[in-house]
C-alpha cells in the first residue's frame, strides 16, 4: 500500500471540495471518488468532476442507486418535503440517506484497496452534523477498525474537519487558497443551487452562518 496517496470520498461540496485540497497538500498523490445514489441534485457530480479536474487529481464516479431506494429520504424521493430542522420526537431530519457514509467508505476503501492506497478522507464533521449519525467521531473510528480487519488492510480514514465548525471550515479553505472556488463552485444546497444555494434549506442556512461567522471574524482581526 502505498503511504504517500490518498483517495476522498469527493462530492463538489463544501466540506469534500476543503477536504480535497486539505489533501492535496498532505500528500503526494490524490485521488476522489463520487458517488450516484439516486439523489435529486445529481448535477454535484459535473461540479466534482470540474473542480476536480481544477485540482489536477484523478477523478471517477461510481453508480449506488439502491442507497437510494433502501430507505425514503428527502434527498433521494421528490414526493418527500425536506424537514428544515429535526422534527419533535425524530432521530434525525428526513434529509439523512441512512447508511450513505458507512456504504460510501466501504465501497471506496475497497476502490482504494485495488490502487494500492491507504489513506481515506471524508469531510463528516461532529461540530455540525445536522443530526446525522453517520458523521460522528466513533461511527468513523469504528468503521476504520472494521475495514482494516474485512480486508486485512491498514487504511486509515482521516476527518479533517471532525472538529471544525462551519466557520472554521471556512477558515481551512481560505488556508488552503481555495476560499473562492469553495464558496462560488461547490455544492452544498439539498436543491440542487451552486455557490451561496437556495439559502433557505438546512445545509445553505449552515453553510451561511458559518460563511458570516468567519468573514465577520477576519474583519475584525
Given at each position: 500500500m502505498n503511504k504517500?496517496?490518498?483517495?476522498?470520498?469527493?462530492?463538489?461540496?463544501?466540506?469534500?471540495?476543503t477536504c480535497l485540497f486539505w489533501a492535496k497538500r498532505e500528500f503526494k498523490q490524490v485521488y476522489a471518488l463520487s458517488f450516484r445514489y439516486g439523489q435529486k441534485h445529481e448535477k454535484e457530480v459535473d461540479l466534482a468532476r470540474a473542480i476536480a479536474s481544477k485540482a489536477g487529481v484523478?477523478?471517477?464516479?461510481?453508480?449506488?442507486?439502491?442507497?437510494?431506494?433502501?430507505?425514503?429520504?428527502?434527498?433521494?424521493d421528490i414526493s418527500l418535503t425536506m424537514d428544515e430542522q429535526i422534527p419533535d420526537g425524530a432521530v434525525c431530519p428526513n434529509t439523512?440517506?441512512?447508511?450513505?457514509?458507512?456504504?460510501?467508505?466501504?465501497?471506496?476503501?475497497?476502490?482504494?484497496?485495488?490502487?494500492?492506497?491507504?489513506?481515506?478522507?471524508?469531510?463528516?464533521?461532529?461540530?455540525?452534523?445536522?443530526?446525522?449519525?453517520?458523521?460522528?467521531d466513533s461511527f468513523i473510528k469504528s468503521l476504520n477498525v472494521t475495514l482494516n480487519l474485512a480486508m486485512d488492510?491498514?487504511?486509515?480514514?482521516?476527518?479533517?474537519?471532525?472538529?471544525?465548525?462551519?466557520?472554521?471550515?471556512?477558515?481551512?479553505?481560505?488556508?488552503l487558497g481555495v476560499f473562492d472556488l469553495v464558496r462560488h463552485e461547490t455544492l452544498t444546497c439539498y436543491n440542487g443551487i451552486p455557490g451561496d444555494g437556495c439559502g433557505h434549506c438546512p445545509a445553505c442556512k449552515l453553510r451561511r452562518e458559518g460563511l458570516e461567522k468567519y468573514l465577520s471574524t477576519k474583519n475584525n482581526k
Open positions: 504517500d496517496n490518498a483517495l476522498v470520498v469527493f462530492s463538489g461540496g463544501q466540506d469534500s471540495t484523478d477523478f471517477s464516479v461510481m453508480d449506488v442507486p439502491f442507497i437510494g431506494r433502501l430507505g425514503h429520504n428527502a434527498l433521494t439523512f440517506v441512512p447508511g450513505r457514509n458507512l456504504f460510501f467508505l466501504s465501497i471506496a476503501a475497497v476502490y482504494a484497496r485495488e490502487k494500492g492506497i491507504s489513506h481515506l478522507v471524508t469531510g463528516v464533521s461532529q461540530t455540525d452534523f445536522s443530526g446525522y449519525p453517520d458523521c460522528r488492510e491498514q487504511f486509515v480514514i482521516h476527518t479533517p474537519l471532525m472538529w471544525l465548525d462551519k466557520a472554521e471550515t471556512w477558515a481551512l479553505a481560505d488556508e
